[in-house]
């Protein structure tokens, strides 16, 4: 527990980011607790976010932006003593689909971040354990990219999956 | 009432004369009679085994349906009397699944030998006044050595089924059976010094003569229940089946009539085991107006309805708490119950 | 003794995906030393029906029976963040009657699952009486939600805007049913459960949950509660109108499985009181509109938008990405069963083979949740 730390409301946080990271993450509009962050700070950023006591890492997920050639990972990170949520969003071009692992921050990346590369096949830098968790092993393809082609549904013979 | 009483004992007697007839009328020995009536003894005990397991296991999904608040079995036949044998009917003609790897010969051997050891006690049980089937001078440990004898065919099921689930299952069958004999021996042990003799007809004389045991053993009855559930394998300690660990433990690869004899060689060792308490600690077949089977036959009711009383109210016990609770709690508490009979039938006698 | 070296081979044990108890097909592929487990990996994914790929295909009000799929035991409660999510994008206001009908089929729904979960729990330990109890008053919470909307289970009661039936008398008559049927059984099945000697050494000390474990993991519910967080978002960040009530968060300290089990026990209790409260507030807007202004062809405003509840297995976040056309550019859920069971790993090893299932028990997952 951080009972003796002050906890960090949202404006703390939002003057430590302008402070530390001050072109590497801004402000969205019309938000105070969005955030728009470069890929190479967003290591040091969670780190900062836990330290400050937010300890809770709600979700991570990703939005295919096809068109504009762009993955946006959505990362929630809540706070256990007031309940506050920050939202920290990362683009990544879709070219080279690659983004630091949190896991080393919260635990609970591990699994989620697990479901994104399942899901979109995004790399986690420094994942200890980075396998397909709702698909099998053996399947091929990205599911929820927009440019997946849905496969044909035919029976692919018996075989062991493990 | 003299004829209710005695009908069995008639109707062997009866018997007895027919091959005695029989035989004579062949101009064979008449001592072929008595081996001929081995026959008898045990059509009648292969009766009271099919009886007691079908109507035990729709006691027990009547009594469980009491006990959960629903109506319980209740379509085929009046109130649902007659669903035991449809279900015996159904697993009879159910497919007859044999697992690839598994070992065929003792896997079918299992399934048969599990009837074997509650026929053979049954043999020694006092069902009533005379109807002793091996009225045996040491009836009380030819009993013990053979309810012993249940777990083989539980070990060679899991054994041979060629599955973890079943190999986890017959480990902990051999666990419990080995550590519960202990208590279960030193329980009958203390009835005995009472009583002084291990003849089970003598020593339901000696509680007539006297006052039931249960009343001088009150500690033995209870833990004798106890193993008594143990070594049948029934919930709280139905471990080797522990559904909810190793889905069905040792039957896992067992269905049809396979499993259902095992189902059925559960309750005839159950029924054993209330034979043999009714008999040691509540006076066995003798009671006032009633006939002595049917004194017999409540008796064991009562016990049996209290073995599925208590498999419907408690959670299982894991494992290891399960030796624990024998070698920690029962073995000494049933070693100092015998010291303590030991004792004070020494300073009376 | 201790140190005696007696060489044991180790074999990997599948439980699951086709199990007695692992409420589902959840499959744990542990290692196990005799009766010990050493190493403990969930599997997870076969009930998976890409549930966000299917919702990216539909129109949002066509998503929105999906997500009653998603934690089957409790369907109201996953409409709510589907619908709050876009509902922040589509910047509607939400009457307070209908803000109020969706709280109160929340908690009643609430009370359903942990019905089931309590008495999930027992019967695993091997209790299989106890979990008829626990289904009767989870059957009275049924009637009430058929009474209001006509489904039982998957009820997809909550629109955009508000909900889709009124309050009426017979969900009044099935209401009162509850309320006076709960206290009772309640009593009875801490007499019950509480002190059974069996059920107290089978889940004191199991499963230790620090609180630390519990932060790092993003434990939710009344899974990290049990743990000694003291975290639940109607009070914390409150969503609908539960600012406007007053309740107890209970929290329990041991972080074990009977500490779960006592927090789900004492959580009914609050949540019974709490169905009183908002019924009682229900009661003084009869009459009240029950949808908002929501244009017949959702097209709902381009971004993104997060919004998460409190649902009985804990925080239930729903994403929704939207470029401005009539279905979805993304949905995403955040399933709270998805990360409670991420700790199994690192819980499970040095438990015995039963307390696997004691703890697998304890968290109350529900299958169709964690895989989406």
Known sequence: MLNNVEIAGKQQVAAEFAARFADKIELIENTDSEYMVQAEVLLPAAEYLLSAGYEFLADITAVDYLAEGKFRLIYQVGNYQNGDLITLKVEISREEPQVNSLCAVWKAANWLEREVYDMFGIEFAGHPDLRRILMWDGFEGWPLRKDFVHQPTKYQGRRRLD | MEFVNNIFVNIADLCRALFVWLLNLLGLPVGLAEVAMVAVYWLGIVIVCVFCALFYVIWERKLAGYIQRRPGPNRLGPNGWFHTVGDAIKLVMKEDIVPDGADKNVHLLAALLAFVPPMLALAAMPFGEGMTALDLELGVVYIMAVTTLASLPVLCAGYASNNKFAMMGAMRVVNQAISYEVPQALCILSVIMVAGTFNLNQIIDWQTGNIWLVCLQPVAFVVYLITALAECNRAPFDLPEGESELTAGVFTEYSGMRYALFYLAEYCNMFVAAGLATTLFLGGFTGPFLPGWVWFLLKTFVIMSFFIWVRWSFPRIRADHVLTFCWKVLVPLMLANVLVTGVVVYLLA | ?372
């Open chain 3, 1 to 372: 003794m201790q140190n005696l070296n007696v060489n044991s081979e180790r074999y990997t044990l599948n439980m699951g995906p086709q199990h007695p108890s692992t409420h589902g097909v959840l499959r744990i592929v542990a290692d196990f030393d005799g009766e010990t487990c050493v190493s403990a990996d969930p599997q997870i994914g076969y009930l998976h029906r890409g549930m966000e790929k299917l919702l990216e295909s539909r129109t949002y009000v066509q998503g929105m029976p999906y997500t009653d799929r998603l934690d089957y035991l409790a369907g109201v409660n996953n409409n709510l963040p589907y619908a709050l999510a876009v509902e922040k994008l589509l910047g509607v206001e939400i009457p307070e009657r209908a803000s109020l009908l969706r709280m109160l089929s929340c908690e009643i729904m609430r009370l359903a699952s942990y019905m089931v979960g309590i008495g999930i729990y027992i019967m695993d330990l091997g209790a299989v009486s106890a979990v008829f109890y626990p289904y009767q008053q989870r059957e009275y919470a049924l009637e009430v939600m058929s009474a209001l909307c006509g489904a039982r289970m998957t009820q997809g009661y909550i629109r955009f805007g508000g909900v889709q039936a009124d309050w009426n008398e017979q969900c009044d008559a099935a209401l009162q049913k509850l309320l006076d049927e709960f206290p009772p059984f309640l009593e009875m099945y801490h007499k019950l459960v509480d002190e059974n000697e069996i059920f107290l050494h089978r889940t004191k000390g199991v499963g230790v949950v620090t609180a630390e474990q519990a932060k790092a993991y993003g434990l939710t519910g009344a899974n990290l509660r049990a743990s000694g967080v003291s975290y639940d978002l109607r009070r914390d960040a409150p969503y609908c109108l539960y600012d406007r009530f007053k309740f107890k968060v209970p929290v329990q300290q041991a972080g074990d499985c009977h500490a779960r089990y006592v927090q789900r026990m004492e959580e009914c209790e609050v949540i019974y009181q709490l169905i009183k409260d908002i019924y009682a507030a229900l009661k003084e807007t009869e009459g009240g509109e029950i949808m908002g202004k929501v244009p017949k062809v959702l097209r709902v405003p381009a971004g993104e938008a997060y919004a998460q509840t409190e649902n009985p297995k804990g925080i239930m976040g729903c994403m929704v990405a939207s470029d401005g056309k009539t279905n979805p550019l993304r949905v995403h859920f955040r399933r709270p069963s998805f990360d409670n069971i991420a700790i199994y790993s690192e819980l499970m090893p040095g438990h015995k083979m039963a307390d696997l299932v004691t703890i697998i028990a304890s968290f109350d997952i529900v299958l169709g949740e964690i895989d989406a």
